[in-house]
Each structure stands twice: as C-alpha cells, then as structure tokens.
C-alpha cells in the first residue's frame, strides 16, 4: 500500500505527526455530497510557471495522466522536483445556493491550488523552506465569486515532490457540497475586523480595531488579499446576544482555523486550540479541528455588546478561520449537532 511505502521511509517525525493527526475529529462522510467526480485524465506537466494558473493558458500540448495517481505510474518515473495539473469542469448552476469544497485527496508533497486563477488552498511549504504535507488530504473551500456556474472552470494544481513517489497521489477527488449546515441561534459569519500582526492589547474590550479591514468569513485570509502571508493575524466581532437567547448556555462555533487559535470572550480566553508556537508539532493537524468554545455566564454582557477576539498562527499555505459554521448555537442544540451521524 502506498500509505505503508511512505510510513517505512519518512523520519520518526513524521509519524508522530501522523499519530498527532488521527486524534482530530474527521469529517464526517454524511456531511458532504460528491457533485463532479474529478478522478480520471487530467493535463500534467513537469516544469514551473506561474501561468499555468491561468485559466486561459492553452494546455493542449501537455501530456495526460490519471488522477489519483503517482506521476511515477504515468510514464515519469523518478521524477522528482515541480509539477502541475490542470482540469476543465462545468459547475451546474444548480450549485450556485450550496457551500462547495474542492478535494483532492493526498498530495506529495506540497502544494498549492488555484481555481479560475485565484488561490484556494495548500498544504506544506515550497522550497527554501521545504515543509511536506504528504500525509494531509486536502479539501478547500471554493469561494463563491470565483465559480462560472454553467460556464467552464479551471482547476490548476501547482505540486512539489521531495523525493519517492509524487503527485495527487490517492483519496477522493472531485467537487463536494456541504449538505448538512447546523441551524445556527444566531450567526456571526459578517463584519469581521482582521489585521495582521501581534500584541496582547488585541484581545481586550477596549482596543480601537476601526482602522481594520472588514471580512466575511469563513475565507482564507489569501483570498481577501494576504496572499503568501504566514504568521499571526486577529480577528474581532462585537455582538449582542438575540433576547430570544437571554436565559440560555451557548456554544460559540468558529468553524475550522488555520493553524492554531486563542479565542477570546471580553478580554478573557475561553478555549484554544493548536499551541500558539512556531514549532511544527506545535500546530500540525489543528486545522482540520472544528472550535466550539463555552461561553461561560459569567463573561457574557447579556443586554450589551459583546468582543470575540480570535488570535491566529499560519505556519504555512493557507491561513484563517477559512470553513464554518461560525455563530453562536444553544448548548442543548449543539449537543445534537456534536452528536450527528452517530
């Protein structure tokens, strides 16, 4: 098995990692629905250039290899270094109303992925600074502004391999809808201050955020202009909570973050999740982990308005609080949705 192959010859390293990864909840099957398989003949070619993310590149002279796939069993064997993959897909536009997510399944090692031009997503690190990311299926959220529903897309694959086998190796690989939303209480998706950077003062009640930028989230913060910024970033809401929820306990959902998080209720941390250090095990496999934090009763300002802060670390690729649900949610409700498909 492929998995094995790589499992005999990576660094002990490496599978702690892979140890630390398969405590993090998994996504749930039930949860997602395949809308256009990707697997099959995609373009392959194996050198690097920025314009290969370019939709409106013409491909017609590259070879074609199946996805998934080692490259090594398309006729490149041991072929090590870049590479990209490139497909054409229409989105129906019955899709247009559904949270879409591309996946692509495990890729060796790195790499980064562009639909219709703009970065989605990526895993690892290219050189310099080499990171792998053998080991992590991938699944981006596909923002909505950068579908052509009934038109054609462009799905560009940039790939680096260290060594062995490479390419968009194994798993699922398609476009996924999301079909199974939780009922949120009340949602905290829009209007979002974000500014990269650091400082304590930014988690309390009284810092001045009005010169930040507003975002709507979940998004990659790539994708709200911070291309290929790794490090730490905040975000703040002020809120109120609904009359209609003065007497009950609630669970703040923030969906998925990338990498780590320090979440923050009125100047006081409620949860965390990932170390907030620059060490590789500190974060690894944080991402995949959904937050859902307490609100305690005592830090909630019921009548008043509220601060979420939220403290960032991206160690690498994409970075932010890039997947939901994000809102507040009865804890009772949430009891359920924790429990789903079980």
């Known amino acids: 098995m492929l998995f094995l192959r790589h499992l005999s ?6 599978l702690s990692a892979i140890l ?14 395949c809308e256009l ?17 370019d939709p409106s590149y013409d491909d017609s002279g590259w070879e074609t290899v199946k996805v998934p796939d080692l490259w090594e069993n398309n006729g490149f064997p041991g072929y090590d270094g870049y590479a990209w993959y490139r497909l054409e897909f229409e989105v129906p536009n019955s899709l247009k109303k559904r949270p879409l997510f591309i996946r692509l399944g495990a890729i ?6 562009y639909l219709n031009g703009v970065l989605i997503g990526g895993q690892g690190e290219f050189p310099p600074q080499v990171r792998t990311a053998w080991n992590v299926k991938r699944m981006y959220r596909v923002p909505p502004e950068c579908v052509r529903y009934g038109g054609r897309n462009v799905l560009a694959v940039r790939v680096y391999d ?35 950077g650091d400082g304590p003062a ?21 994708s709200c202009g911070h291309a290929d910024y790794n490090g730490f970033a905040w975000y703040r809401k002020t809120f109120e909570i609904p009359a209609a929820l003065a007497a009950d306990k609630l669970i703040l959902l ?28 500190a974060w690894w496999g944080s991402y995949m982990a959904e937050r859902a934090y307490y609100l305690p009763d005592d830090l909630l300002r019921r009548g008043q308005p509220n601060v979420i802060a939220v403290r960032v670390l991206d160690t690498g690729a994409g970075g932010g609080i890039y997947q939901g649900p994000i809102g507040l949610m009865t804890r009772e409700k949430y009891l359920r949705y924790q429990n789903r498909g079980k």
């Open 20 to 33: 630390l990864l398969s405590i993090v909840p998994a996504l749930r099957g039930q949860d997602f629905r």
């Open 202 to 222: 930014r988690a309390t009640v009284e810092f001045d955020d009005s010169k930040w930028e507003t975002v709507d989230l979940p998004a990659y913060w790539e």
């Open 9 to 14: 010859s990576r660094s002990s390293a490496a």
């Open 108 to 113: 060796d090692d790195i790499d980064r992925t």
């Open 162 to 196: 260290l060594w062995m086998g490479g390419g968009i190796v194994e798993g699922e690989v398609g476009l996924f809808s999301k079909i199974k939303n939780p009922a949120l209480d009340h949602p905290l998706g829009r209007g979002w201050k974000f500014a990269t």
């Open 254 to 281: 923030m969906g998925r973050i990338d990498d780590a998080d320090q979440t923050y209720l009125n100047g006081v941390m409620i949860g965390q999740t990932g170390r907030i250090r620059l060490e590789e095990e």
């Open 37 to 53: 398989d990707f697997s099959g003949p995609w373009k392959f070619e194996i050198r690097d250039d920025p314009r290969f993310a």
